[in-house]
């Protein structure tokens, strides 16, 4: 399971944009998503933790670790913003802790009884900077410096901070502002120079110097190939060189110090395919031979320091006798080794200090080139194999595991050379070989009793430690100490009562200067930073508590807040900030609501109330929501409460026309389009008050535009039409202006005529206050465009809406296709809009019906034109 954790460089210099218009923040996050998006295509990403810290103090830098889960994370990473110092130090401290957090809880280290490879919590570190001045609350740093001092229980038994199985990358963005005109490098990533470059080569890991976005990718995508289950040794050349080969080039002959004497690179530690977790049976040994009356332990390196000597040795395997195999991370040792094409010999590895009368020690393994010469592998064997093998390979073939005397004295012998931690690894192994009774129960394993029970209470207070910082985790950072900004209610200022300034003009000659805009809520819950942070603020209750030497300033401040005679007020926002809200907060409106004061009664409290459409839809109580303000309803009857009009009244016309709900959102009734007959004007059409225009006017106006509603042809409107006919197929409109000289003269609808607004009357259309006599012909004309576009548009939402619907019950669309308003080219316009839209859906059966409704249109207009030319 590898632990990737992101250090984010959250300094204010982080803030700089680039030339792309993003900050090296916004850079940051997003390479973070890529390399997650990348990493996730490996199946074996499934068992990945990953962790984020920044640049904060502990534990508020701690934004998410070992509880925090994937959502969470994503969450904290959104939230960062570079508002800090540069105190990489610390940060990479807190993050090497928060991996180390557990390692004593499992004995994962195994302190004083060897290292196991395969005992290991392989973990990543990518740090992501700007590379700039490392700053801190003591200045500035030119070299990367980590705290000495931690609170984590054990870091005294490893000088470095970090462990072999931990690895440090670096992105260090320097994408420049303006746009390069150089061509971009080709080839490979170049490491920084900045601080933490050789921080990261200490760990094993790299550090990238990224100038564009390419590069940032390509960093990306090498450091996804990066995550590979292993652990860092230190490979160094002991005793002389190898005889040189005979085709070797010259430069190999060259005497002194070659890159493959020294390497510092990775051993791959693989899983077992059926259980996915490493397996071994043999420790690297550690630098010290373990003394049974040390109290403590000698604190030990975080890589081991393994020596090979380039004398070439005969590889020892035995039948039934286990042994590790471990393969190395390609390197200049590797390419030595494999160019000599020699994979029958090996070079014998040792750890300096693990024997107790040698110094270089004894073997305990061998660097082998593979047959194939494909790679170098590390064969990991028991201590000074080459004493035990052979004695193990006489007690296979020639005792058959009946031991003599004299090869007991010989394994006894062998034993007081191995380090007494081997024990347990020895007896797992002649187990194996079927020879469990060779060594005896009782033997120590090295470690004196106050060095156990020293490592057991670290374990305890590890976890007592993991525990605490769990529970710290996620916790915001508490407020600085300062000076708290009181708002003293609402009363008025000193300096703006009238009978103060009259006073103090009568005493000095001349009134205080009010501020220009005066504001006291801006500054309501604000803390006043102190410079001095030993300083308490003081109200000064007692003129005597006021210092000698700031008599004066307390005196000058306090006739400033007496008077408030500032010529301008301080504002500690401007108006852009007042109305700024973050992206997640933008649609909580009903929190807005409840803390805006109480609006005043509406003036009409017979009105519906109109609700707001600002906020979150979803929150919102949709019951009496209004779409329109045209779509208003008019509760009661319509002349509820008001006087028969009355034409003494009337000083512009006509009387006033009320609103109504449009009637298409009418439940329950069959739209009326508006269909009006060019009918000549009658005797008694004219008989109007003075200043009507002509009706015919209004007539022809509306017959250009409006046609019936069952679909029939023109010819029918050849008919004159009567009082009756009104009702079917004049609008309300038409009504009104045609009988609007007998409603002048009687105050009430004629006998043979319905009020407006009932059951079997004409519906009411949207139209302007004015009347309709004072519309020239040319405004006439648009406002009948204007509704008959605004019906046909009501129209195609409802057909729409019923195009999406399943099945094939097509009835109530060809109800409302009978509906279109307009000339002969609109319908048929709208008409093939409509198959359009079924032809989206895959309505074949009614785009068949259409095309016939289509064609059957045709026909009538050819009908018509034909009678015209009668």
């Not at 693990?354 to 073997?363: F, N, V």
């Not at 309505?843 to 015209?868: G, T």
Request: proline share 9%; hydrophobic share 35%.
């Amino acid at each position: 399971m590898p632990v990737l954790l992101f250090l984010i460089d959250t300094s204010a210099s982080m803030n700089q944009r680039t030339h792309l218009g993003t900050t090296y923040l916004d850079i940051a996050k997003g390479a973070v998503e890529t390399f997650m998006k990348l990493r996730g295509r490996d199946p074996a990403s499934r068992g990945d933790r990953y962790m984020l810290v920044n640049f904060e103090d502990v534990p508020f830098g701690i934004k998410a670790g070992w509880k925090e889960s994937h959502a969470t994370f994503m969450t904290e990473l959104r939230n960062l913003q570079a508002t800090g110092l540069t105190s990489i130090g610390q940060s990479l401290r807190t993050a090497f802790d928060l991996l180390n957090l557990n390692r004593l809880v499992t004995g994962i280290d195994n302190y004083g009884q060897g290292r196991n490879p395969f005992f290991l919590e392989p973990a990543i570190i990518i740090a992501i900077t700007d590379g700039n001045k490392l700053t801190s609350g003591g200045g500035v740093q030119d070299e990367l410096h980590l705290p000495l001092t931690t609170p984590l229980p054990g870091s005294e038994l490893t000088k470095e901070p970090f462990r072999w199985d931990q690895r440090l990358f670096a992105l260090v963005l320097r994408i420049p502002g303006n746009t390069s005109v150089e061509p971009e490098p080709l080839g490979g990533v170049p490491p920084d120079d900045s601080p933490i470059t050789p921080m990261c080569e200490v760990t094993g890991g790299r550090s990238y110097s990224v100038f564009s976005q390419r590069m940032l990718n390509q960093c990306l995508e090498s450091l996804v190939q990066k995550i590979q289950s292993g652990v860092v040794i230190n490979f160094e050349k002991t005793g002389p060189d190898p005889p040189p080969l005979e085709d070797a080039p010259a430069e190999a002959l060259k005497s002194g110090p070659q890159p493959w004497h020294c390497s510092h690179k990775l051993i791959y530690v693989r899983p077992n395919p059926k259980t996915g977790v490493p397996i071994g049976h043999w420790p690297i040994p550690e630098a010290f031979w373990p003394d049974q009356n040390s109290p403590t332990l000698p604190p030990r390196s975080a890589h081991p320091h393994v020596r090979f000597s380039c004398l070439d040795a005969e590889p020892m395997v035995i039948d039934k006798v286990p042994f590790d195999k471990y393969e190395l991370e390609p390197s200049p040792l590797t390419q030595y080794i494999l160019e000599r094409k020699s994979p029958h010999t090996c070079w014998q590895v040792f750890v300096c200090n693990s024997a107790k009368y040698s110094d270089l020690g004894q073997p305990f393994g061998y660097l082998k080139a593979s047959t194939a010469l494909n790679c170098v592998n590390l064969f990991v064997m028991p201590y000074n194999y080459p004493v035990l093998l052979p004695l193990l390979d006489d007690l296979i073939k020639v005792h058959k595991f009946k031991p003599t005397i004299k090869w007991r004295q010989s394994f006894e012998n062998y034993l007081k050379t191995m380090p007494p931690y081997y024990i347990g690894s020895l007896r797992k192994a002649l187990r194996i070989m079927g020879a469990p009774n060779l060594l005896a129960d009782n033997m120590e394993y090295g470690l004196s009793y106050s060095v156990v029970s020293y490592l057991k209470k670290l374990s305890q207070q590890s976890k007592i430690e993991y525990d605490r910082l769990i529970a710290l985790i996620g916790k915001k950072p508490p407020s600085e100490a300062g000076i708290k900004v009181r708002w003293r209610g609402g009363g008025i200022s000193l300096a703006q009562r009238r009978d103060f300034i009259q006073q103090l003009q009568s005493l000095t000659g001349d009134a205080p200067a009010l501020p220009l805009e005066l504001n006291p809520k801006e500054f309501q819950g604000f803390h006043l930073a102190l410079l001095n942070k030993g300083l308490k603020p003081h109200s000064f209750r007692n003129p005597y508590d006021i210092p000698r030497s700031h008599l004066l300033d307390q005196l000058s401040r306090m006739r400033r807040n007496l008077l408030n005679t500032g010529v301008c007020t301080l504002r500690g926002q401007d108006s852009d900030q007042l109305h700024s809200v973050p992206v997640a907060q933008m649609g909580n409106y009903q929190d807005f609501l409840k803390a805006a004061p109480q609006p005043l009664r509406d003036a009409d409290p017979e009105q519906p109330k109109r609700l707001h459409t600002f906020g979150n839809p979803f929150k919102l109580d949709k019951k009496g929501m209004m779409i329109d303000e045209a779509d208003e309803f008019v509760t009661g009857p319509q002349n509820k409460g008001k006087r028969p009009a009355d034409s003494s009244n009337m000083t512009g016309g006509g009387p006033k026309r009320r609103r109504c709900m449009s009637p298409l959102l009418r439940l329950g009734r069959a739209y009326t389009p508006p269909v009006t007959p060019p009918a000549s004007p009658r005797p008694s059409d004219m008989d109007m008050s003075d200043g009507a225009p002509d009706p015919d006017l209004i007539i022809n106006h509306l017959n250009q535009n409006h046609y019936g509603s069952d679909g029939s042809s023109d010819s029918e409107v050849d008919h004159p039409s009567g009082p009756g006919d009104l009702q079917e197929n004049h609008t309300a409109a038409d009504l009104q202006v045609i009988r609007h000289g007998d409603e002048e003269e009687n105050g009430q609808p004629q006998a043979g005529e319905l009020p407006l607004g009932s059951e079997g009357g004409a519906e009411m259309m949207l139209m302007e206050d004015q009347p309709a006599r004072y519309l020239s012909p040319a405004a006439l004309k648009k406002h009948i465009h204007t509704e008959t576009t605004k019906v046909n548009n009501e129209l195609r939402a409802l057909i729409t809406k019923e195009i999406r619907k399943p099945g094939r019950h097509y009835e109530k669309i060809f109800l409302l296709l009978k509906q279109i308003q307009g000339t002969l080219d609109t319908r048929l316009i709208f008409l093939q809009n409509i198959i359009k839209e079924a032809a989206r859906f895959k309505k074949r059966v009614l785009i068949e019906q259409l095309e016939n409704f289509l064609e059957e249109i045709h026909n009538r207009s050819n009908n018509m034109n034909h009678v015209d030319t009668l």
